[in-house]
């Protein structure tokens, strides 16, 4: 596109469920989450325990909730064409 839908799709997901992964089919770039955090900052983001999650990322919350998951990893993978997000 031109720049002004830059966001990230998400190819495939595992363990989300039906509505959560629907809403994090297309994350906007901006959006306080680790992996759009990730490829904004060029850098691998970790988040060892939920609390630090939902302190530095809120909209988490749901996602741990909904997951049961204690940890965040997000991973910016890189491409001759830029960077890709994917773990």
Do not use: C
């Amino acid at each position: 596109g031109d720049g002004g839908d830059a966001g990230l799709t998400a190819l495939a997901s595992r363990g989300y469920g039906d509505a959560l992964a629907d809403v994090l089919a297309r994350v906007p770039l901006e959006a306080a989450l680790p992996a759009a955090g990730a490829v904004r900052e060029g850098r691998a983001v970790w988040v060892e325990h939920r609390a630090a999650g939902v302190a530095a990322y809120p909209a988490m919350a749901r996602l741990y909730d909904a997951t049961a998951t204690a940890a965040t990893a997000a991973l910016p993978l890189r491409e001759s064409a830029g960077t890709v997000p994917g773990v």
